[in-house]
Structures are given as C-alpha cells and as structure tokens.
C-alpha cells in the first residue's frame, strides 16, 4: 500500500490547485525546535545525579548506591553517573543544564497516569486534554512553512494527542520515503465535513508528500548514531533535520527505566545508551549547524523512592532531576535539590513545579509569553537559555 | 431476575420503612429496576410515588392501574419486562403527540432508512432496513427505541462467572508471579474486546451497543490506567448496558461507585483532610455540565463530598462508602450547603441549568451533526430532557425526532469512527473477513483502542478520526476488506458443524505474529526429555579390552569390553560389551552387535535378528535403524541401558577412537582380519552408523514436530509495530495428532526473525509471540517457560529474536473438573491457596493497638468457603492479643452474617460489624461472648485461624509485602509477640480443638480459570446482524438484488460519492469512496 492509492481513494477526480501546506510558524524565534526524550520507566534522579557529600544518601542506598569512583563530578556537592560520561563533554562546554526536583502536587504513582500528566501538563488533581504543547505551537504564527507541528519517532503520540494540527508518527524513513504523491484535486461541496475530510487529507499528503521528496533528496544511507533503539530515533531526527524539514517537536523514546531490581546494571545500561546517543546526537546537529537551533529535554514519569528496596532496585517515587542540552543553553545546576533528610513518606519532595520549565521553553525558547503554563512561571529559570 | 408479587405490597412496604433514611449506602432492598420503573411510570402519566426505587404501595398501585390501562395480567411482575412495555406505552404516547409534525409522518425510504440505522445502530444491515421501510419516522423511532436492551445478546464471557481476580494481591507477589498475573489479566481484556466486537457484529440491537459506545466514551475508564483491573473494567461496560438507557442521574450516580472509575479517577483513597479533586473536576467538566460551568471552589467542595466513595478489594473489589474516611462537614455547593455526600452533590450538579444542555449537546453532536447545531433546537430538547428528570430515552428520542436529525443536510456530517468503518461494513454487507477476530487490533490502528482511551476526555471524534496513520490505514482496509473472501469464514461456519474427528491428541496453541514481508513461521515440538536430556550424558570407563577376536569363514567379529563404566547415574553397568562384526568374503561391515552382555536387561525377543537362532541380539545397522526396530528397542531400554547406548555410539564414533581400535584390531594374525579393520570404508561404516545411531537416539526423544505459517498477523511494515501485548491479534491454532507417546516438553520455536538489521529495527520487525499451548487437557503457559535460543531479554513468551520458548510446567484441566474432589479433603483443615501480609504496623509498645492485617485466598474448612477473607492480629496496651474478623474482610458475607449477638458494631457505614477472639481466654469476657456466640462450625473455623498462626507466619513471609515490611523495620517489634503466640498457642483451646497443624497451603486453583478461558475457544464465528455470513462479493450482490435494492450508493453513502460512479454496482469499490468515511 502506498500513499498514491490513498490519495486516489479520497481524492481522486477532483481537481483543485496543487498548494504546498502553510502552516504559518512563528517567528520570533525562527526555525528552532525542541526535542523531547521521554525515559520510560521512571528514571532513578537520585542515581543519575548523585548528591556526593549527604551521608543520607549512602544511608538510603547502602547497596545500589554509587561510589564517588562511580561518577564523573559535576561540581563540588554533585556527580553524574559515570554511564554518562559521553555527555561529560557538553557539561564542560556549558551546553547541559540539570534542573533539579522537578515533580507535581499530588504525585500519582502509576506509570500510565503519571506520563499521561506529564504529556498533559496535569497533576495529582487532574491531566490535561490535550498535548502539553499542542494548543501553543499550533498557535504560532509567521511566515516560515511547517512540514509537521510534530513528529514522533518512537510512535508514542499521547504526548501530541490534539484535535487539530500535523502530529505525525514516524517509526521508518524509509517507509516514509516510498511514499509517492499525485497531484490532489478536491471537490466543491458545502458539506463541512466532507470539505474537512477532503482538506486533511490533502493537507496531511502533501505534508507528507513534501517530507518524504525532502528526505529522498538528502537521504544519508550509512549515517548511524549508536545507542541502540535511541540511536536509530537520533539517526531519524538527523535525517529529517538534515533535509530541512521542519517540525518544531520531535519526540523520542528509550525504555527500561523501571528498574525495582537489578538497578545497578540495569539503571548503568540505560544511562549509558542514553548518554551516547545523545553525544552522538549533538555533535551530529553541531556538524549541520543546528546545534543552536536544538533543544534537547528529558522527562519521565516520576522519580523512584529514596530508599532502595531489598532486591537492589527502586519502587516508584517522586521527585526527579531532568537534563536540558543544546547550544543556546546555560549550563549547569538550576533550582534546589529535594532534602534528603525532609523525606515525605519516604519520597522526595518536589522543589520546582515541572510546568515552569514548560513556561520557560515555550515563553523563551519559542516565544510564545502568553501560554498555559504562564501561571507556573519560576523565575529561578531565568537566563537558562542564552540571550 | 428479580420478581415481585404485586400483591404483598403491604408486607414490602413494612420491611421498608426502617430502611428510608437518607444515606449513600442505599437500603438492602433498594433496586436500580424498581427506580426505573417508577421512573418510566412517571413519565407515562402514572404516579408511583417519589422514585426513589422502594417496592412500595404507590408504585404496585401505578403499575396496575398501567396493567389494567394495557389489560395486561396481574399474577406476578417481572421489573425489567415491567420497564419496557410501560416505555412501549411511553413511545405510543409520544407518536400521539408527535401526529401534527409533518416531517415525522413521513414514510421511510431506503436513504431514511440507512441514515437512522448508521446513526442509531451500527452500519445498516438489509434485514433492519426492510424492516423499518414503509413505517413513519415516528413509528421507526419508536421501533427502535423499542428494542433497546439492558443486557447483552451473546452470553457473557465465562471469565467474569465467578468472584473478580484477586486484585489485593499483587503487592505480595514476587516480580515472576508477578507477571503472569498480568498476562492472565491482559488475557482477559483481549477476551472482553473480542467479545464485545462480536456482540457489536451480532446483535440484533445495535442501537443498545451505540449507547454504550456512547457512555464508555463519556464515562472514560481506561484498562491500562486502573492496574489491569480486567474485570472492573468489563464490569462497567456491562453497567452500561444496564443503566445506558435508563436514566441519567441514577447512572451518574452509579459511574462514583464504579470500581474502575474511581480507581481511574483516583477517587479509591480519597480521605476527610486529603480528598482528590480528579473525580470532582470530571464529575463537573466532562460528566454533567462542561467546562467554564464550575469554580475551583467547588471543585475542592465537591471533592470532600465524594471523599471515602472507595473500593473494598477483599470483598470481591466492589464499592464500599467508607463513613470513617468521609468527610461529614458542612460543604457549600452552588449556593447550597450542607454536610452533602457524593449523591447529593450529583443531585446538586443536575439541579444546574447546564446539566440538561451539556449532555443535549454531545447528543446532538453523537446523532445528528458533528458541524451543524441548532441552538434552538438544542435548548428546547434540552429542556424536555430536564422535564423528564434526565430520562435518556426522552433524549434520544427528542433527538431523534428533531427536524435537523431528518434534514438532507446533516447527511454526511459525522465522520464514522473506526468502529463505524469497520463494523458497520461488516453488518451492512453481511461479510464477515475471515481475520474477523483481528477486529479490536484493527481499530486501534485506526486510533480506537477499545478501553483504551487516548486520555479522560476520551476519543475526540471529528477530524481527529483522519490522522495520517488513520488515513492509510482506511484506505488499507477498505481495499483489502474483501480480500480473505469464502472459503475461510465458509469454513468456519461448517466447522461449527462439523463432527470431531477421532484422534489420539489434541493440540491447540495460542499465538500472535507481527509480520514483515510474509508471517511468521514456527514449529511445535512435543519431546521426552527425559530421554533427551541422557544423551548429554559423559561416557566413562577406566579401559577397554578387546575381549574376542574371531576370523571365520564368511564371519569376522571382535568383541570390545569396557571396564569400570562410570556415569553420574547411580547403580550403571560396570562392565560394558559389544561387539563389531563383518563380511570375511565381501568386506561388508554388518553392524553394531549388541548383545546380552551389552545391557543390564535383555533384549527383547521380538527386535532380535535372528528371532530363532539367536534371540537376544540385535545389530544396529541401515536395517534396524530405517525399520524403526532401533527405535523401539530404544524407547524398550531403562534408562541406564539408554545411557550406555547412548555412551557407546557416541565413543565408537570418535575418529580418534576408533582409528586406535581398528589399528589395534588390524595387527593380528588373520590376513583376512589385517584387511578387513584397516579398510578405510569400513571405518567409514562404523563412523556412519554410531552417528545414525547417535541421531536416532536424539529423535527419539522427539515425540512430534510441525511447522507452520501465522495467520492473521500485523503487519509491521504497514501498521509499525504493536506496543503492549495485550493488543496484538491473537490467534489459536487448533490440530489433532496421531502420536500418543508420553512427552513432558514443549517447545515452540520461532524460525525466522528478522529485525535488528542495519538501522534496527527501522527496516521492520518480524515477532512472534506465545501465550499458552495445550495439549489434551494439560495447559502450558508460556509465563511458566523458558526462553532460549537469541532471547533478547524479553519475557518468555515474546520471542523478539529466533528462538525457542520451552514449557514444561502444566496445568492439569481435569481436576478442577470435578470439585468434588475437594470433598476428600480432610475434616477440621484449613486449605488455603495464599496467606500474604496485608500490612503491619512498626510495633510501639507505648500504642494502644498494634495490629498485623492478613489476607487468605480461597479458604476452606469443612463446609466453609471464602473467597477471600482478612484478619488482624491486634496486640493492645493492656496486654490482649487477639484475632479480629470483620465484616468488611469478608467475602462472602462472614460466617453467612450469622454474627454473635454480642457482636460490634460501627456506627458509620459502611456499619462494620466485628468480633475479637483472645488467645487466652481469661482476658477479656466480651471477647468470651463473641466467641461463644459463634455457631459451632463457625467457631471451629476461629479456632482453626488461631491454630494456624504459625504456619501463617510461614507463608506470609514468602511474599513481598513482607519483605517490604522488613525494609521499613516494621517486622521487628514484633517479635516478642510471635514467640509468645508460639509458646501459647499449643495450651490454647484452638489447638485442642483442631490440632497443631491445620492449615493446608494448596496452591493456585487456576485451573478453573484455565478451563473458563478454554470455554471462549469453542464460541464459534458471529454472525452480522444475526445472519449467516456472506462469503462472497457475488453472495453480497444477490442478498441486494433479493432484497430489490436498486441503488448500492443509497444504502451505503449518506450523500453522492465524490469518486466513483453513483451508479456502481460494485461493492467492494462504493466502500472506497471518500464519502464512505461519513455517516
């Protein structure tokens, strides 16, 4: 099945104009995206940004917990789980922030529910509707065309669930490339929603149409980022940036974070493909030139309990720190690290609303001030991103 | 069915009195039915009193003034049919109304007809449509509002026959058990899903699944988010179609009580102090009155009235209103306060001028347009609606007699959803694919996972239908929709016919196959492993000796002996000998001579060569080992003589080995001799041979091999792939076989992976996946098995790369066959399947009460059966210890409500009765009195808990809640407490009573799960719209002419096809129309 004979299907026959789409973008800051790494699983904070100096901590972990030999030091008090030293790099170079605590009132404890939140923009009393994004980037005006509002490489899309906008998902370029297009005629009919089905249609081929002719044109056989599976959704993501396709979002995946036992060679794994994968990622985009363009964020379902469990894992927590990598980001530590001595049930209490780091990307990375999240506001994240 | 004899009302009327308080735990002889009764009466002009679902006076004195109005009988009522004929008089009545309105007297034509079923109903079949052809609208509407039902076509699935899943549970299990509680949930899901696709395909009365379509996408509860409550989840679906109809408070208030609702709304641990706010919000935003109609304020009020709506997980996961966590303070709601619960605040919520037009409105939007509203019109339906007390079919059928809903232009302007598309196909031609139970995978890759909703607020609808991934995937479908015509589904319905034939095994697997250029393919082995396993066996000696050298005529033998043979296995052969014998004339070899002293027991007569000459031995040569003979003797030897031929092969087949011997043998004497053992092709026989041997003796323990092509699968180049297992298109093969030979392996083998290329699995994936396989009646889960071979880290039954998942551990099918077994069991023992911690407080002497909460599965004693049942061990201040049961731990009812009479009772609901029974007797007289109150079989079953403390200990310290307990220091205040139990327990009455050991752990009665699951294999294919399916474009094409259609794009396009010809006669084209995509 190719996509001639879908545009057969629903179109065929009828002739109107071949316009390529506009979806009108924005502009203040023209050309930047964001990419979003979702680690699935919940990812252990306290494991991946280890507080060195608090004696509490060996007290929590005195099994799974890591050694200062097991970290690359990030400051004096801080130190980064030396699965991740490929990144050691962009930290030196200023690139990476780590936000820490971030989690939401009302803390739900289930993986489904709680990336439903965070996808959402929800908390405890309650997820959102739509996208936590959506609404806004589809919202942005200029003058530049979009080929996609969004496009998610793993195939997960409740993070752009949305009645309206281009949110496509694809899990192969190639499959993308082998898709073909006709000319797209339509028909004159006041039925609304006959013209609705006609329009998206055509409107969804030739985003689509002009994805894959773009990826076609600069397609790179033997690029490969390694990391495993988030290697290949990296290596995507070049390619389409590569061939100038623009999306405001991609979206990316890496699973096994879920790590109640075994952690330490579980939680080392993962830490380590996520690590090289996004090196490798980054020096891609510096070598095309949209290393300033790109905004690379982390976020997961919740944090994992202080205390480890008896079978050297984590059950699932609160509070978690998260990264922010590119070339127009501040380095270093923003916001405060959850008090391991003032442990809530055993949890971490979260010290920073997630949501303000939302505002913060969507009010200065896309220039959207009167967003969503306006009301989450943190001024503790001002200046993370470079003038 | 409930069934109420009109005239004993007075007596009804007496026992209700004491119940008439005003409270959210509704009297014992509250009913859903009666309430809806009194309803409809209500609405037809009767007066049965308040409705508020009390058999009283008033009501039996309405439904027969109804009966004498309809002149029907007056012996015994049956509620539910009671409902209906009394709507039956409602929609006559609204005809009479409905008389003067010219638009509704309008006879119905084809086009009429298709409009009202695809939007009533699901698709438009022939039949319905020739049956509503020729009444008025009104009438039509009155048809089918007629036949709407409260319970469903098909039979119920059989997993949801007996008590839910032991959903309290899964905290103490550890991660392998784990996991196949999930799989055995996610089992059930994917049964449910397919269930109700069948329903929606078969049932006569589609208009009843499209209100529960309609409610489970407004009341949205989604499986994955409430921890794979496959039951609750179902469960709800069911209420659906019980209350869907009814009424629309009395099902909103019944949706706060719902178990997966308010584990999905996060409502189960809402406390006074702590309430959750989801439930409140929802309740307002998305149930009743829209978003914008409330304040955060009342969010938070609305919040402290639904607090303690939870959940009893012991008592079978049913609602429980819990006054101890409810928050009774006075809550201002909407300009009133008052200590209001749940219920009164959804009495309040419809008292809002909202509640009737937000609900109007996603009418109009489900019925009648997704583009067009009439604000006039929906503001006077939604005035009828709040007339009739948010009666549904009031709704519907203001609905569905507005003028928009029968205008030309709102044809076309719903776009269908994959459900719609995809059924709907189904039932309006009559065609069922043959990959029909593919269905529920088919709509998720159309973006309706059924159950699993995108998020609260449901599925969008509208434009959101038309995704990218959407659009290819109708397209797809639409095309290929035909594609698996005849002989399949045809197949299938003579196979429900068809006599089973006699063979000696039955196999039936159950798999799902994600393609990518082609199926999968994959092998079932049935293997004696045994058998197999020995030959890994070392074979050792300290030396070896030709014995006997014998150069005759025509003969040439040697003779090996080998000495001290040792093995692992105990009791071997010391001393082995075999012999090698050969052609003196023609330089043949002959074989591998076995003989009586080869094996510890004989060789069996009738495998013998030489049956007469010399009976006790055997060649292995190209003879015996084509003619089975070798095989027999094989399966004929013990095992040690197994190893010993196994071990003897496997040494005269080693180059080197047997390079010495022949060197060896060949310097002898005999010229004749000297030729024959350095003949290089006679070396090269016996090296064939032993390996022959070796080879033979590996089949051997291989009872059955297959292999096969998956069918049905998802196609992963098209689709992408599938994320969660539950989801994938299972498939169950079924075979039978000739061989009965005793096997204790199975295996099925995945033979051609592909995936992981360069890119990864960017080019496609090809995977394969096993849930059970069974053979006869022994079941084996692949949950139980293991993987081997390229096993990419994954779960036993996943097979992501070649390989093989090897099952061993079974489930018998039989025994649970018979429960009365059971009644062997031994008088005055306690037989439970699992005694877990429930939790456990760190023990503080300075506390008044320290207490340890247990729960057992499945108890038994004697004549008593629990379900489930929680106890508690309090340790208080002053020194009692004691075991406490209470109502609320129970289920069934404890001890059949047969409670002492000195019983305690909480004042709070849900009215909490226990009783407390000392391990020491001289503690405390109340306790004395709630254990002499017991009944005797009762109080022997106390006696039996306290007995079997120890043993208790034992179990519950095996789970994980234990060990968590560890980690948190609970455990070890406790100590002091378990050893004094120890020391006492043995002097105690309760050991007198039933001995020191009582309690019997016998583990998982799965069986009797297994064997309900079994039952859903054997429902047979359904049939659309209750007809025999079509099996062919030609068979469709007939069903039209017969039934005089003229016009195919009449009776499946709501508006002219953009693309193909308004005139096809072709189906299979008409459905690929873009205006197909529309209702």
Redesign the interface.
């Known amino acids: 099945?190719d996509?001639r004979?879908?545009l057969?299907?629903?179109?065929?026959?009828?002739v109107i104009p071949v316009v390529p789409l506009k979806i009108a973008y924005a502009a203040q800051k023209s050309g930047r995206r964001l990419v979003l790494i979702e680690l699935s699983g919940a990812n252990d904070g306290l494991n991946t940004v280890i507080p060195l100096n608090d004696h509490r901590y060996r007290e929590l972990r005195p099994n799974i917990g890591l050694d200062k030999s097991e970290t690359i030091t990030l400051s004096k008090d801080f130190g980064l789980h030396d699965a991740m030293k490929s990144v050691g790099k962009l930290w030196e170079a200023g690139e990476m922030a780590i936000i820490h605590g971030l989690g939401y009132p009302?803390a739900?404890r289930?993986h489904?529910?709680s990336i439903?939140l965070w996808e959402?923009g929800g908390d405890?009393?309650?997820?959102?509707?739509n996208g936590w994004l959506t609404e806004d980037i589809e919202s942005l005006s200029g003058h530049d065309q979009l080929e996609a509002h969004g496009i998610s490489l793993d195939?997960?899309?409740?993070i752009f669930?949305?009645?309206?906008g281009?949110?496509?998902?694809m899990?192969?370029?190639?499959?993308f490339m082998e898709l073909t297009s006709d000319e797209v005629p339509a028909?004159d009919?006041k039925?609304?929603?006959?013209r609705?089905?006609?329009d998206?249609?055509h409107t969804?081929n030739s985003?689509?149409e002009s994805i894959s002719r773009k990826l076609k044109k600069s397609y790179i056989r033997d690029f490969?980022i390694e990391g495993?599976?988030l290697?290949?959704q990296f290596?995507?993501a070049i390619l389409l940036i590569n061939a100038g396709i623009s999306s405001p979002i991609l979206k990316v995946k890496i699973g096994g974070f879920d790590t109640?036992?075994g952690q330490p060679w579980r939680h080392r794994n993962r830490l380590r493909s996520l690590g090289r994968a996004t090196a490798d990622f980054a020096k891609a985009l510096k070598k095309i030139g949209q290393w300033e363009n790109t905004l690379i964020m982390t976020y997961s379902e919740f944090g994992r309990r202080a205390?480890e469990?008896?079978?050297d894992g984590t059950d699932h927590g609160t509070a978690a720190p998260h990264f922010v990598v590119g070339g127009s980001v501040n380095g270093g530590f923003w916001g405060v690290h959850p008090d391991l001595g003032k442990l809530e049930d055993g949890d971490m209490r979260f010290t920073m609303d997630y949501r303000a780091v939302y505002e913060r990307i969507l009010a200065d990375w896309f220039g959207i001030y009167d967003n969503r999240f306006l009301k989450y506001k943190n001024n503790d994240l001002d200046g993370i991103f470079k003038a | 069915m409930k069934t109420h004899f009109i005239f004993n009302f007075t007596i009804t009327l007496v026992l209700a009195i004491p119940f008439l308080f005003f409270g959210v735990a509704s009297a014992s002889n509250y009913d859903s039915k009666v309430e809806q009764l009194q309803r409809a009466l209500i609405l037809t002009g009767f007066n049965p009193g308040k409705a508020d679902g009390l058999w009283g006076g008033k009501t039996a004195r309405a439904l027969s003034m109804f009966h004498k109005r309809q002149k029907m009988t007056l012996d015994s009522v049956d509620i539910q049919r009671s409902i209906n004929s009394v709507y039956e008089l409602w929609n006559e009545q609204q005809e009479l109304d409905e008389s003067s309105k010219d638009f509704l007297q309008k006879k119905i034509g084809i086009g009429d007809a298709r409009h009202l079923l695809e939007r009533v109903g699901i698709g438009a079949n022939i039949k319905d449509v020739n049956k509503l052809m020729g009444m008025t609208r009104s009438k039509a509407i009155s048809y089918i509002i007629n036949e709407i039902k409260t319970e469903s076509w098909l039979p119920l699935p059989k997993f949801l026959d007996g008590p839910n899943p032991p959903y309290w549970i899964d905290g103490d299990l550890n991660?392998e058990e784990e996991q196949s509680f999930r799989v055995a949930r996610d089992r059930e899901m994917s049964e449910y899903r397919i269930w109700w696709v069948k329903e929606m395909i078969e049932t006569p009365s589609p208009q009843t699944e499209r209100l529960v379509l309609f409610w489970h996408n407004h009341f949205v509860s989604?499986y994955?988010?409430i921890?794979e409550q496959s039951t609750s989840i179902a469960r709800q679906n069911i209420m659906f179609r019980e209350l869907g109809s009814g009424n629309f408070k009395m099902l909103t208030k019944s949706v706060i009580k719902d178990p997966a609702m308010l584990n999905y709304l996060?409502n189960e641990f809402s406390e006074k102090g702590k309430p959750?706010?989801?439930l409140s919000?929802?309740l307002m935003e998305l149930f009743v009155l829209g978003e914008g109609n409330y304040s955060e304020k009342t969010?938070k009020e609305g919040a402290r009235a639904l607090t303690g709506y939870s959940i009893n997980k012991i008592r079978n996961t049913s609602f429980m209103f819990d006054g101890w966590r409810h928050d009774n303070g006075i809550k201002s709601i909407f300009g009133k306060s008052g200590d209001f619960n749940g219920d009164q605040f959804v009495d309040i919520l419809f008292e809002q001028e909202n509640a009737s037009e937000f609900l109007t409105r996603k009418f109009w939007r489900y019925f009648v347009?997704?583009?067009?509203e009439n604000e006039e019109e929906i503001t006077s339906i939604a005035k009828r609606f709040k007339r009739s007390d948010f009666d549904i079919r009031t709704l519907l059928r203001s609905v569905l007699t507005s003028k928009a809903f029968w205008d030309e232009s709102v044809r076309?302007?719903?776009?269908k959803s994959p459900v719609d598309y995809l059924i709907g196909t189904i039932r309006s031609t009559g065609f069922l694919p043959a990959d029909w139970n593919t269905l529920p995978n088919k709509l998720s890759l159309l973006g309706q996972n059924l159950f699993e909703h995108?998020?609260?607020?449901g599925w969008?609808g509208?434009?959101?239908w038309?995704?990218?991934?959407g659009?290819?995937n109708r397209?797809?479908l639409?095309?290929s929709f035909f594609s698996s015509l005849g002989s399949n589904v045809e197949n299938m319905v003579n196979a429900q016919t068809a006599p089973v034939e006699m063979t000696k095994r039955s196999i039936a697997l159950r798999y799902a196959s994600e393609d990518y250029k082609g199926p999968s393919k994959f092998k079932i082995q049935l293997i004696n492993n045994i058998v197999k396993r020995e030959v890994s066996m070392p074979f050792m000696y300290s030396d070896y000796e030709v014995s006997e050298k014998l150069v005759g005529d025509e003969l040439i033998h040697a003779t090996l002996t080998f000495k001290d043979v040792t093995s692992k296995l105990e009791g071997m052969k010391k001393v082995i000998t075999v012999g090698l014998e050969g052609h003196a004339v023609w330089g043949d070899f002959y074989g591998i001579k076995l003989i009586e002293d080869t094996f510890e027991a004989e060789i069996p007569q009738e495998l013998s060569d030489y049956k007469d000459t010399s009976p006790g031995v055997f060649f292995i040569n190209s003879d015996s080992l084509r003619d089975g003979r070798f095989d027999k003797l094989y399966r004929h030897l013990s095992s040690n003589d197994k190893r010993i031929l196994q071990g003897l092969c496997s040494h005269l087949g080693k180059k080197e080995f047997l390079g010495n011997l022949l060197v060896k043998l060949s310097a002898v004497e005999s010229r004749a001799g000297d030729k024959f053992w350095a003949d290089k092709a006679n070396f090269n026989d016996i090296q064939y041979l032993s390996k022959r041997c070796l080879r033979s003796i590996k089949k051997t323990g291989l009872i059955y091999s297959s292999t096969h092509k998956a069918v049905n699968g998802h196609d992963t180049?098209?689709f992408?792939?599938i994320?969660d297992a539950s989801q994938l298109p299972w498939q169950t093969l079924q075979l039978n076989i000739e061989n009965g030979d005793e096997f204790d392996t199975v295996e099925v083998t995945f033979m051609n992976d592909h995936c992981c290329g360069?890119?990864?699995?960017?080019?496609?994936d090809r995977n394969f996946f096993v849930d059970w396989i069974k053979v006869d009646n022994e079941l084996f889960l692949s949950s139980d098995g293991e993987q081997h071979g390229n096993t990419c880290d994954s779960d036993p039954g996943e097979l992501y790369c070649s390989g093989w998942v090897e099952m061993r551990k079974s489930i018998s099918l039989v025994d649970s066959n018979s429960s009365n077994k059971l009644d062997s069991d031994k008088r005055d023992k306690l037989y439970v399947e699992r005694a877990g911690l429930s939790w456990m407080n760190r023990f503080n002497k300075n506390r008044d009460w320290n207490e340890i909460a247990i729960n057992l599965l499945n108890v038994k004693f004697n004549n008593i059966r629990y379900n489930a049942i929680r106890i508690k061990l309090v340790k208080r201040k002053n020194g009692n210890l004691f075991l406490m049961l209470s109502s609320m731990g129970c289920y069934p009812d404890c001890f059949e409500n047969r409670w002492p009479q000195k019983v305690h009772k909480s004042d709070r609901p849900p009215y909490n009765k226990d009783i407390k029974i000392s391990l020491i007797r001289r503690n405390n007289e109340d306790h004395e009195a709630h254990y002499w109150g017991l009944e005797k079989s009762d109080r022997k079953f106390v006696d039996a808990l306290w007995a079997s403390m120890p043993k208790i200990f034992e179990e519950i310290k095996k789970g994980r809640e234990w060990?968590?307990a560890?980690?948190r220091e609970r455990t070890d205040g406790w100590s002091d407490t378990l050893d004094f139990i120890l020391k006492t327990l043995p002097k105690t009455r309760y050991v007198k009573s039933v001995g020191s050991e009582p309690l019997i752990v016998r583990p998982s009665q799965e069986s009797a799960n297994m064997m309900s699951m079994m039952e859903g294999l054997k429902t047979g294919i359904p049939f659309p719209a209750n007809t025999k399916p079509k099996t062919s474009l030609f068979e469709i094409e007939k069903s039209f002419r017969d039934n005089h259609i003229v016009s195919l794009a009449d009776l499946f396009l709501a508006?002219d096809p953009?693309?193909v010809s308004r005139t096809s006669e072709d189906v299979s084209s008409i459905i690929?129309?873009?205006?197909y995509?529309?209702k």
């Open positions: 099945m996509r004979s879908v057969k299907i629903l179109v065929s026959g009828i009302g739900n289930s489904f529910k439903a959402t405890g009393s309650g997820s959102g509707r195939g997960g899309m409740g669930s949305s009645p309206s281009i949110w496509l998902s899990t192969s370029a190639q499959q028909v009919t039925n609304e929603a006959l609705m089905l006609l998206r249609a969804l985003s689509m490969q495993g599976d290697g290949a290596t995507r109640h036992e205390a469990n008896y079978t | 991660s989604s994955s988010a921890n996060d959750n706010e989801n919000r929802e969010v347009s997704e583009v067009a076309a302007t719903i776009v995108p998020n609260v607020a969008p509208g434009q959101s038309i995704t990218p991934s659009l290819l397209s797809y639409a095309k180049e098209k992408g792939r994320k360069p890119g990864g699995s960017d080019n496609g060990k968590r560890v980690e508006v953009v693309v690929t129309d873009p205006v995509n529309l």
